[in-house]
Structures are given as C-alpha cells and as structure tokens.
C-alpha cells in the first residue's frame, strides 16, 4: 500500500467541501420552489412578492428568504427590496421550469424531489448492503414493476427520463449522420421522445419506440400529439424474454446502466442479432471516462443506479467497446452530447 504525506499547510481552503457538503440547501431550495409550481406561476410575469407569496400559500416567515435565495443562486430576477420587491424568471428558468414550456425538464426534477433526495438519505446503507434504497426496499418486487405499481409515479418516471434526456435526443438529430440508415427501433425507448426527435428532424427515418405495456399508450399519446404516428410506431417488447425486431439502427438510452453486466451483455447482443448487416447500436448514456476522473456526474449517476436498481451500474466507453466488440461489432465511437452525456455508438 502507497502512503502519501500531507503537510498541512495555509494555502489550502475548505471552502469547496463545505460547498458540496452543504449543497442540499440549494439542491432543496431549487426543487421546493419547482414543486410549488413557482416558475410556472411567474410564467412571464414580474409579480410583487405579496401576490407570489399568495399564490404559492407560502408562509410569512420565510418567504422573503426563500424567495432571495432563489434570486442568489441565479433561480430568479428581482427588481425592488423587501416587501415592494417583484420576482421574476430568468431566461434560463423561463425556458426549462415552467411547465406549460416546450422546452420544460422540470420532470426529472420533480422526481428528484419526491424520490431520489429521499432515497439517497440512505446512502450509507447502499454503500454497505449494495441493496437499493427505493420502492424495492419497502415492496421486495423488481424496480420497474415496484415503480410502474401507481400510474401517477409512472406518469411522473416518463416524465423525468424526457426531461433528463431532450438536449441529448436534440444534440444527437445534429451530430450523427443519419442519412445511410432507414429503420431506426428504440429498445425501452419511454414515452418516445428520442424516435419522435429523431424522426421530426430526419423526415427519411421510420422508427419503432419499444417498451413493456404499460408504457406503450402513453407513447402513443406523445406521438399522435407530435404528429408523428404515419413515421413513428409504438409496440411492446420485454427486452429481458423477447427478441429485437430487425432495424438498421437500434437506440438504447439510459437502458444498459440499469442493469447487471450479464444482462447488459445480453441486451448488447440482442442487438447484435436485430442490426441490418451494416447497422449500428446507439446508446445514448452519462458515459463515464476511461480514467474514471473527470465525468463526477457520470460517476454519481452509478451511484444513482445503487439506489434504484438490482445491478445496475454506469461503464465507460472502453467498458462499452470490450462487450460490444465481443458480441461481433466492428468498432466503437463515442460522440459527445449535451454535458456529462454522450452517445457510443457500435458498428455491425
Ligand atoms: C431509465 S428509462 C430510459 C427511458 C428512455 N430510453 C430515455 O432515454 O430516457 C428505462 C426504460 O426501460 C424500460 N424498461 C424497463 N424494463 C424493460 C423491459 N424488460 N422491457 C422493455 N422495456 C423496459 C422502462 O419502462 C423505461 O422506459
């Protein structure tokens, strides 16, 4: 074992720690303020505080300081002091928290408020048991089949996975050259939002989103609400007991993560198996580096899948090209998306 001497010395500062160890009283105070519907409610308004304070039923208290926190940390504008003050959006909260917003992700959020900030309390546990902490601890019933049990969690999970995903579908429509390849199925692909972006941008493409049955109507909602249904198809598919059907492209976003390595292996072939003789396998993923010390977000994102899943675990592009080139893929690439995010993509 390597020892490493640490001189204390002056040049150091804790300020970094105590901003990560105490950064849930901004993680908190942003998820509180989207649970209160607050960024909806300012939509594109400047209103006084008295009538933010009414509509969102805030107590007297703390409402100017909840309220200043947000405009501290660059949540809102503020123009006037104290009680004359207005609050406003900013451009950013304008155009990704309210939810009547094209552009809204607040779904993941949402679910980071209600699931995950209670479920990573128990961090610790995880670390020990390597047992998930969610609707699997108190049920004892698979994670999808624990969280799919109430239409109202299910609703908010598809939501989440649209909201944690929309640049990224967006970014890779830009990126990726599409144009060789006509048939594109998406394996678990939620309420379709990957194939509804890819086929709004690539009008050649024809795409099948794929998920268990539950899912399946409310993909069909979302397209027919896009105007896709005459491009975009839905169907159901237990990934873990049936086949792919055959598709020059098949698309997995946020799907292997989920599960152990014999299962991602298995998902990896199936793949394999569908592909047209010169498709290829996009995975869209927080793809962690081959060192495992830049992407953090990537890194937490496994911890993520502790909390949530089985077996689930995060991998890098190295990890992602080992499985893929030893169930026949050619070669790997991996292309950057939007943030921690990027696409690696397997060539039959
Ligand atoms: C983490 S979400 C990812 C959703 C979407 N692909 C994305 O990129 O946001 C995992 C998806 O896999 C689906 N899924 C889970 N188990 C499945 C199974 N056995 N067969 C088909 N789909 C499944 C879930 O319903 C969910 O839509």
């Given at each position: 074992?390597?020892?490493?001497?640490?001189?204390?010395?002056?040049?150091?500062?804790?300020?970094?720690?105590?901003?990560?160890?105490?950064?849930?009283?901004?993680?908190?105070?942003?998820?509180?303020?989207?649970?209160?519907?607050?960024?909806?409610?300012?939509?594109?308004?400047?209103?006084?505080?008295?009538?933010?304070?009414?509509?969102?039923?805030?107590?007297?208290?703390?409402?100017?300081?909840?309220?200043?926190?947000?405009?501290s940390?660059?949540?809102?504008?503020?123009?006037?002091?104290?009680?004359?003050?207005?609050?406003?959006?900013?451009?950013?909260t304008?155009?990704f928290l309210?939810?009547?917003?094209?552009?809204?992700?607040?779904?993941?959020?949402?679910?980071?408020?209600?699931?995950?900030?209670?479920?990573?309390?128990?961090?610790?546990?995880?670390?020990?048991?390597?047992?998930?902490?969610?609707?699997?601890?108190?049920?004892?019933?698979?994670?999808?089949?624990?969280?799919?049990?109430?239409?109202?969690?299910?609703?908010?999970?598809?939501?989440?996975?649209?909201?944690?995903?929309?640049?990224?579908?967006?970014?890779?429509?830009?990126?990726?050259?599409?144009?060789?390849?006509r048939?594109?199925?998406?394996?678990?692909?939620?309420?379709g939002?990957?194939?509804?972006t890819?086929?709004?941008?690539?009008?050649?493409?024809?795409?099948?989103?794929?998920?268990?049955?539950?899912?399946?109507?409310?993909?069909?909602q979302?397209?027919?609400?896009?105007?896709?249904?005459?491009?975009?198809?839905?169907?159901?598919?237990?990934?873990?007991?049936?086949?792919?059907?055959?598709?020059?492209?098949?698309?997995?976003?946020?799907?292997l993560?989920?599960?152990?390595?014999?299962?991602?292996?298995?998902?990896?072939?199936?793949?394999?198996?569908?592909?047209?003789?010169?498709?290829?396998?996009?995975?869209?993923e927080?793809?962690?580096?081959?060192?495992?010390?830049?992407?953090?977000?990537?890194?937490?994102?496994?911890?993520?899948?502790?909390?949530?899943?089985?077996?689930?675990?995060?991998?890098?592009?190295?990890?992602?090209?080992?499985?893929?080139?030893?169930?026949?893929?050619?070669?790997?690439?991996?292309?950057?998306?939007?943030?921690?995010?990027?696409?690696?993509?397997?060539?039959?």
């Amino acid at each position: 074992m390597e020892s490493v001497a640490l001189t204390p010395t002056t040049d150091v500062s804790p300020a970094r720690i105590l901003e990560t160890g105490m950064g849930f009283f901004a993680t908190k105070t942003l998820l509180a303020a989207i649970k209160l519907n607050l960024f909806t409610e300012l939509d594109g308004h400047s209103l006084p505080a008295e009538e933010v304070i009414t509509r969102l039923a805030l107590h007297r208290r703390s409402a100017l300081d909840f309220l200043d926190a947000l405009v501290s940390l660059g949540f809102l504008r503020r123009e006037g002091n104290d009680r004359s003050a207005r609050y406003a959006n900013t451009r950013e909260t304008y155009a990704f928290l309210r939810k009547n917003s094209p552009d809204y992700i607040g779904g993941i959020l949402e679910m980071a408020n209600d699931r995950l900030y209670p479920f990573w309390g128990t961090l610790e546990e995880a670390l020990h048991t390597g047992r998930p902490q969610n609707e699997v601890k108190s049920s004892g019933r698979p994670f999808f089949e624990a969280l799919y049990a109430d239409p109202a969690r299910l609703q908010q999970f598809l939501e989440a996975m649209a909201g944690l995903q929309l640049a990224n579908f967006r970014a890779l429509s830009e990126v990726f050259d599409f144009s060789p390849y006509r048939t594109l199925c998406d394996i678990g692909g939620a309420n379709g939002m990957l194939s509804i972006t890819l086929a709004g941008k690539h009008p050649h493409l024809r795409c099948q989103s794929l998920d268990l049955p539950e899912v399946e109507p409310i993909a069909r909602q979302t397209i027919e609400k896009h105007g896709l249904t005459d491009r975009v198809r839905t169907g159901r598919l237990n990934f873990m007991d049936q086949d792919f059907p055959t598709a020059d492209l098949i698309t997995m976003g946020n799907i292997l993560h989920d599960w152990d390595l014999p299962q991602k292996r298995m998902l990896i072939d199936k793949a394999y198996r569908a592909l047209s003789p010169d498709g290829a396998l996009i995975v869209i993923e927080n793809i962690i580096d081959d060192e495992r010390r830049a992407n953090a977000f990537g890194l937490m994102m496994s911890l993520n899948m502790l909390i949530e899943t089985e077996g689930g675990f995060d991998y890098s592009h190295e990890d992602f090209h080992n499985w893929a080139t030893e169930a026949g893929f050619r070669t790997t690439a991996k292309v950057p998306l939007t943030g921690p995010a990027s696409a690696v993509i397997a060539f039959k």
